[in-house]
């Protein structure tokens, strides 16, 4: 019961709305900041930096209980948040995996918010449902997967789509019984699989990291070995890890050769293709790809070289029946939107109940740029890596590391006859890193390769030329003369 002196007003004012003028202006406002990033973002320097102490003074301490003009927030958001935040689509950021994005998508995420659809159920939003069947539908195609059989989920990212086929790898090879149960994984494969492992429960006495071989690809003989001992002491191989364009080097582990081991083993072969997957869809990337078909799941990243932006990732599997075994429960309070068994409820099929409309981005900017477009980019930045690497061939200063594959290259600046030992090396490339990023022209960070501190571009960027590459190599040999200096 309420107190009778406490005045609740009946009519209410409180609704978090804003007038039809209002919100008009204020959504162009919202698309000519977008639309001014897309267009100028090229002319800025790709990396911010910001400390704890910085970033927090931009913020109130106490939540603010009263009205702010709506545009000076925006401006505030626009001006100081936006601007303090690395451009991963700037054509200069070559680390991690950058992204790139695209317009159309982000209108499409504007779009799916703007609506707040419900991606859950078939019955809160069917053709929303539909149009997520159908693109997972084209990505079957794609990736040669069965048609009818298989199917799949949009996820928030790579990271989501691992985890999803973890468990549903678990629950379909080993239901409630895996103590004994081992999954196989090489020391290449990305850290989201350890993470969906050991978020799984599996102790680290379940987990095989198998060494890869001199082209950073999983040692066949050295697998074949484990699962050997592993079957001789009585514990169950139950699923295996391979990448397919791993994120260091951009390597293809032996899929064919892994999934006859697979095969032969009754092993779940789990590829993950986050990063290099869509790589399938050029003629320079495709015969790489060879045997991604074979999965029983497979992760793909369109967020990553499919040119969404956040979030977009995806799981495709085999057999769609895995997806609904693992994750179907029945609460009272969904029986009346079950629907019948055509309808599919893609809370059925994953983690979430509560889904963004993700299919949105992916349907809509495919359909605008059609798939050529895609392939096209995809193709220039296979070739443009491969430019980079000749590039650096040429040059007495620098030192391949590891080939331009699928986008990716590492390279070390070690000229000829320095007489440098491997530790002067590594400090040196490190220090040309560290000066580059502090320099903010370009974000360009290093990972270790055969104990080697190496600098690494993934050039996943369609807008990226061979001019900024070459600039940016300038200013490491510009940092490299004042660091041999110093080292
Ligand atoms: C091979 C690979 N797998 C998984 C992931 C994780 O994907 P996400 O960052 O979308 O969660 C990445 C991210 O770079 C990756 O490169």
Not at 83 to 101: E, L, Q, R
Request: hydrophobic share 40%.
């Amino acid at each position: 019961m309420h107190d009778k002196n406490e005045k609740i007003k009946m009519k209410n004012t409180a609704t978090l709305e804003l007038s039809e003028e209002e919100m008009r202006a204020y959504g162009y406002k919202v698309i000519d900041a977008i639309v001014t990033h897309f267009v100028t973002q090229h002319e800025k320097l790709p990396v911010v930096s910001g400390t704890r102490e910085e970033m927090e003074q931009l913020f109130l301490k106490e939540p603010p209980a009263n009205a702010t003009n709506p545009e000076e927030v925006l401006d505030f958001v626009v001006n100081n948040i936006m601007t303090n935040s690395n451009i991963v689509s700037h054509p200069k950021s070559y680390s991690f995996v950058p992204g790139p994005s695209n317009f159309i998508s982000a209108m499409a995420d504007a779009l799916a918010a703007g609506f707040n659809i419900f991606s859950g159920g078939w019955q809160a939003s069917p053709a929303a449902a539909a149009m997520e069947i159908n693109s997972l539908n084209w990505l079957l195609r794609i990736f040669g997967f069965p048609q009818k059989r298989g199917g799949g989920i949009f996820t928030s990212g790579g990271s989501m789509a691992n985890l999803t086929a973890l468990i549903t790898a678990r629950n379909v090879k080993c239901g409630d019984n895996y103590e004994k149960a081992i999954i196989y994984l090489s020391d290449q494969a990305h850290s989201s699989n350890i993470k969906a492992i050991r978020m799984l429960g599996f102790k680290k006495e379940q987990i095989r990291i198998i060494p890869t071989d001199g082209e950073f690809k999983f040692s066949l003989i050295k697998l074949k070995n484990a699962i050997a001992k592993d079957r001789l002491e009585g514990f169950h191989p139950f699923c295996l890890i391979a990448t397919a364009g791993t994120t260091n080097t951009g390597t293809v582990d032996p899929l064919n050769e892994l999934a006859e081991v697979c095969k032969k083993e009754d092993i779940w072969f789990h590829i993950d293709g986050a990063y290099g997957g869509f790589a399938i869809l050029s003629p320079l990337g495709k015969p790489l790809l060879k045997g991604i078909e074979k999965a029983d799941s497979l992760t793909i990243d369109p967020h990553k070289w499919l040119y969404q932006p956040y979030e977009l990732g995806c799981l495709l599997v085999r057999n769609h029946h895995w997806l609904k075994g693992t994750f179907t429960e029945k609460p009272e309070y969904l029986r009346d939107i079950e629907g019948n068994t055509s309808e599919i409820n893609f809370y059925d099929h994953g983690i979430e109940l509560t889904r963004r409309f993700r299919a949105l981005k992916f349907y809509m900017s495919l359909k605008t740029f059609g798939l050529n477009e895609f392939k096209d980019a995809i193709s220039y930045n296979i070739k443009l890596a491969e430019n980079v690497e000749e590039y650096l061939r040429q040059s007495p200063h620098w030192e391949v590391v590891s080939p331009a594959t699928l986008a990716v290259i590492s390279f070390r600046y070690h000229p000829i006859d320095s007489g440098m030992t491997e530790n002067q090396l590594d400090a040196l490339n490190q220090y040309i890193s560290e000066k580059v990023v502090e320099s903010k022209e370009a974000l360009l960070v290093t990972t270790i390769l055969n104990n080697q501190v190496v600098l690494r571009m993934c050039l996943i960027n369609p807008r990226t030329t061979m001019e900024d590459v070459k600039e940016t190599l300038a200013l490491c040999e510009k940092f490299a003369t004042e660091g041999m200096k110093k080292i």
